[in-house]
C-alpha cells in the first residue's frame, strides 16, 4: 500500500511539473527573451513596434500609405495589414528580418471576418444557426486558409451587441442577446488561435469594437454612444469579456466615444475595465485612423491624442503614426514616460513571441501551403453545409416549400445571377468567378427534371445614383426599369411557380452602409408586387445582412426563406434546402421590427411602470404608439421548418432553487412532420423583483437537437444560482433570493411558462 502510494506521489509530481511550471518556465523564457530584445533597442525601434500602417492591397478606410520599405528597414513599423499574397507578405517578412538591425518579424493583419478564400456566411447569418461547433469550424478554416497565404493575424471577431437594424455593420456581429454572444465569440477565439497558436494554421484573434460600437445613435455608423455604467455590465459587455477569457490575444477599440471620451483614449475602458478587472494582458491595437480621429471628436489634436491614447493602455496605433511622430517628443516634454511606451512595445513584442515568429519569422510564409490549403473541395464542403445551417425560414403558408423538382420554376430577381454579391461585405480575398450564382446552382440541382426560368427583373433600386451608392464595389449590370418588368412577367407566366431572389446587395449592409429605410428597395417591392399580382406561388429569397421591415411580404408572398448572404457556396447552400435536402433550422438572432420607428428594439427589454396590456389595440396612457404594435414582426429566436415540432407540457423538478443547489427544467420535443430536422429548443428566466429593474426575459440556455420524423427527445435544462446572477447598482455580480418564472420554447415569444422561488 505505502509503495503504491509513493507511486501515486511520484506521478503526481510528475503531474505537477509537467503542467504548471512548464507554463510559468515558458512565461520567464518569454520575458527574459524581451527584456534582452529592448535593452538593444532605440527608441525609434520600440516606436516603431508600435506603428500598424495598411500595405495598401485591400484599402479599408480614407487614410493611405506609401513604400514600406524602407520603413521596415530601419524597424519603423511593428506590423502591416491589407496585403494579400505569401510572395508580397513573404518579401516584405524578409525585410524585417533580414535587412533590419535588430531582426524583429511583423505581425501580418488582415480582415478575415467570415472566411479568406472559401467565403462562409456573414457573422450574423452564423449566430442563426446556434451552432457554436460550426462557427469554430468556420473560423479554423479561415485560419487554415488565411495563415497558408501569410496573414498572422485576423481582426475579427467582431463581438458588439446591436439591437437597431439601421446599423449596417449589425452583419458582422452576433445579433441582440449577450448570452449568445459570449457563446459565439468563444467559438471564434478557440477557431482562430487553436492551440494557444502553437501550429503554422493558428491566427492571432483580435476582438472588436472595444467597446459598445453597437449602440451608436440612431443607428449611424462611427456615432456617439452613450449609456450607463449599469446597462454597459448587464447588456453590452458579456462578449468582449467572454473572448478574453478564452484567450483572445488582441482587442481592437472602437471608433465611438464612452461616458464622452473617444474609445481609443478611455483609460477606464481600457486599463481599468480590460486590464485590471478583467486581466487582459494582450495587444491592444487601435482601429483604422481612430488616433487622429480624436480630432474629430473634438478631443485632441494628433499629438495630444497620441498622448491619451498610450495614457490610456493602447499599445498599438493603426494608420495613423501618431506614436511614431510625436511620442519622441512627448517623451522629451515628460507628458509620457518610457515606461509607457516600453510597455505598450513590449505587448506587440510578446504576441509576435507568441506567434512564435522570433523562433520562425517564416512560420506563416510557405508558399506550399498557399497552393494546397485555399478554397480546397474539404473547406467549400464545410461553406455549403454551414450555410444551410443559417437560413431562417421566416413564413411557408401551405408547405409550398420544399419546392418538387419538376416543372417550370422562374428565379426572378436582382440577386437571382448576381455572382460577386453572393458573399456579402468582407469578402474582398474571395474570387467570385469560382462560385456558382443562385441561378447556377439551383440549375444544377434540378438537372433535367425541372426547366429553371430566369429574369433579372428589376434593378437594386430605380435611381441609378441611389443604386451606385448602395453597390459600392461590387456594382450590378443595370438595365430599363421598365424593360426588366415586362420580361419578368413574361417569364413568369409561363412558370409553375416563382422564387424570387430580393433584398439588399453586398454592399448595402456592413461599415458605413447605415439605411434609415429597412424595406425592400423601391424597385424590387415593385417587382415583387407585380409577381404576386400573377396569381402564381411565390416564394421570395431574402438577400440581406440586416433585419428589414417585411409588413407586406408577410401579409402576401406564400413563404420566405431568408439566406441573408451565405458565401462562396451560396448558390449551392440555397437549392440544398429549396429543394428539401436540407430542412432549414436557422433561428433569428435579432428581431424583425414591424417598422423603423420601433428601434431599437429588442426581446430582452426592461419593463416600464405602465406596460402595454393589449398589443393589438392602441391604450392611452400605456407604453406603446399610436399607429403600431410594440410587438415584432417576427421575435428573437424566431424559424420555422420543413416540418413540425410539437412541444409537450414544461416541467419543473422543484418550486424551489436551493441556495447552492440546482433545478431541473425539461420538456418531450416530438417531430410530427415528415421531414426530418433540427430545432433548437430555447430557455428563459425572469428576475420578478430586483433591486434594480431587470428584463422581461433573458436567454440562459438552449440546446439544439436532431429528430427524425416521429421520434422525441427529452430536452433538459439545469439551473443553478448562477443562471440568475446579474450585475446590481454598485456593479457587484450577484443574486437576489426571490421569484423567477422559467420559460421554455422555439422562440422567445412563443413560450411556456412556470415559476420557482429561489432561495
Known amino acids: 500500500m505505502k509503495i503504491r502510494n509513493l507511486i501515486s506521489c511520484a506521478l503526481f509530481g510528475l503531474i505537477l511539473f509537467a503542467c504548471s511550471p512548464s507554463g510559468e518556465g515558458e512565461d520567464r523564457e518569454m520575458d527574459r527573451f524581451i527584456t534582452d530584445l529592448m535593452d538593444r533597442m532605440t527608441l525609434r525601434e520600440k516606436l516603431g513596434q508600435l506603428n500598424l500602417p495598411s ?7 480614407s487614410v493611405m500609405n506609401g513604400e514600406l520599405s524602407d520603413m521596415i528597414r530601419k524597424q519603423e513599423i511593428g506590423g502591416f495589414f491589407n496585403v494579400k499574397g505569401i510572395q508580397k507578405i513573404n518579401a516584405l517578412q524578409h525585410l524585417a528580418v533580414e535587412e533590419s538591425r535588430l531582426k524583429i518579424p511583423l505581425l501580418v493583419g488582415a480582415d ?69 454572444g459570449s457563446l459565439m465569440a468563444k467559438a471564434y477565439v478557440r477557431g482562430y488561435q487553436g492551440n494557444n497558436m502553437q501550429g503554422n494554421d493558428e491566427i492571432l484573434a483580435c476582438v472588436k469594437h472595444f467597446a459598445l460600437y453597437g449602440a451608436s445613435e440612431s443607428g449611424r455608423d462611427y456615432n456617439t454612444v452613450d449609456m450607463s455604467r449599469l446597462r454597459m455590465y448587464n447588456e453590452y459587455l458579456a462578449p468582449y469579456k467572454a473572448a478574453v477569457d478564452a484567450g483572445a490575444g488582441s482587442v481592437m477599440s472602437s471608433f465611438n466615444i464612452v461616458d464622452g471620451i473617444p474609445a481609443t483614449a478611455n483609460k477606464w475602458l481600457l486599463t481599468d ?65 518610457e515606461e509607457q511606451i516600453n510597455t505598450a512595445c513590449r505587448h506587440v513584442l510578446e504576441a509576435k513571441y507568441k506567434l512564435g515568429l522570433f523562433s520562425n519569422p517564416y512560420k506563416y510564409c510557405d508558399a506550399l501551403r498557399a497552393k494546397e490549403k485555399l478554397y480546397t473541395p474539404e473547406h467549400r464542403s464545410a461553406a455549403r453545409a454551414i450555410a444551410a445551417e443559417t437560413f431562417v425560414l421566416l413564413k411557408n403558408d401551405n408547405n409550398l416549400l420544399p419546392l418538387e423538382q419538376k416543372g417550370r420554376i422562374a428565379l426572378i430577381g436582382p440577386m437571382a445571377d448576381a455572382r460577386n454579391n453572393m458573399c456579402g461585405m468582407w469578402s474582398m480575398t474571395c474570387t467570385p468567378s469560382r462560385h456558382r450564382t443562385l441561378l447556377e446552382g439551383i440549375r444544377a440541382a ?20 441611389t443604386e451606385k451608392a448602395a453597390t459600392g464595389i461590387r456594382p450590378l449590370e443595370r438595365g430599363d426599369n421598365r424593360e426588366l418588368l ?73 413563404s420566405i426563406l431568408n ?5 462562396s457556396e451560396t448558390g449551392d447552400a440555397v437549392a440544398d434546402v429549396l429543394f428539401g435536402k436540407i430542412t432549414p433550422s436557422g433561428k433569428l438572432t435579432t428581431t424583425f421590427p414591424r417598422s423603423v420607428g420601433q428601434l431599437p428594439l429588442f426581446y430582452n427589454h426592461l419593463n416600464t411602470g405602465r406596460p402595454d396590456p393589449d398589443s393589438h389595440i392602441f391604450n392611452r396612457y400605456a407604453s406603446n404608439y399610436l399607429d403600431e404594435s410594440n410587438e415584432p414582426l417576427y421575435p428573437f429566436g424566431y424559424g420555422l421548418s420543413y416540418t413540425d415540432f410539437v412541444y409537450g407540457e414544461l416541467q419543473i423538478s422543484s418550486e424551489t432553487l436551493p441556495k447552492n443547489g440546482e433545478l431541473t427544467v425539461s420538456v418531450t420535443v416530438t417531430n410530427k412532420g415528415n421531414y426530418d430536422g433540427y430545432e433548437t429548443v430555447q430557455l428563459y428566466l425572469r428576475d420578478i423583483y430586483a ?16 429528430l427524425k420524423s416521429g421520434e422525441s427527445r427529452d430536452v433538459k435544462f439545469v439551473i443553478t444560482k448562477d443562471d440568475l446572477k446579474f450585475y446590481n447598482s454598485e456593479l457587484h455580480y450577484v443574486y437576489e433570493p426571490g421569484e423567477f418564472d422559467v420559460m421554455v420554447g422555439p422562440n422567445s415569444r412563443d413560450v411556456q411558462t412556470k415559476s420557482f422561488q429561489a432561495k
Open 563 to 567: 439566406v441573408w448572404f451565405g458565401g
Open 112 to 180: 478575415v471576418i467570415h472566411g479568406y478564400e472559401t467565403i462562409f456566411p456573414i457573422p450574423l447569418a452564423l449566430s442563426c444557426s446556434w451552432d457554436t461547433l460550426a462557427v469554430e469550424r468556420m473560423a479554423r478554416i479561415s485560419a487554415i486558409e488565411a495563415s497558408a497565404d501569410g496573414i498572422n493575424w485576423t481582426f475579427s471577431p467582431m463581438v458588439d451587441i446591436c439591437r437597431d437594424a439601421r446599423w449596417g455593420r449589425i452583419a458582422e456581429g452576433s445579433g441582440e442577446d449577450p448570452y449568445l
Open 446 to 465: 434540378a438537372g433535367d427534371k425541372a426547366e429553371i426560368l430566369y429574369a433579372k427583373g428589376s434593378n437594386i433600386y430605380y435611381d441609378a445614383e
Open 691 to 706: 433591486e434594480i429593474a431587470r428584463p422581461v426575459k433573458e436567454l440562459k440556455g438552449f440546446e439544439r437537437v436532431f
Open 273 to 337: 475595465l480590460l486590464r485590471n478587472e478583467w486581466g487582459f494582458g494582450g495587444l491592444l491595437v487601435t482601429d483604422y485612423n481612430s488616433i487622429a480621429e480624436m480630432s474629430s471628436h473634438g478631443v485632441a489634436p494628433l499629438k495630444e491624442a497620441s498622448i491619451r491614447a498610450l495614457q490610456a493602455g493602447t499599445d498599438m496605433d493603426m494608420v495613423s503614426c501618431g506614436f511614431l511622430n510625436t511620442l519622441e517628443e512627448s517623451l522629451k516634454e515628460a507628458k509620457v514616460t
Open 486 to 558: 415586362d420580361e419578368a412577367l413574361r417569364v413568369a407566366s409561363r412558370s409553375d411557380i416563382i422564387v424570387a431572389a430580393l433584398g439588399e446587395c453586398a454592399e448595402m449592409s456592413g461599415e458605413s452602409a447605415s439605411r434609415t429605410s429597412l424595406e425592400i428597395p423601391d424597385a424590387q417591392q415593385d417587382l415583387l408586387k407585380a409577381l404576386v399580382k400573377t396569381g402564381k406561388p411565390v416564394v421570395l429569397l431574402l438577400f440581406t445582412g440586416r433585419p428589414l421591415v417585411l409588413n407586406w411580404e408577410d401579409a402576401n408572398v406564400h
Open 55 to 61: 500595405g495598401g492591397d485591400l484599402v479599408t478606410g
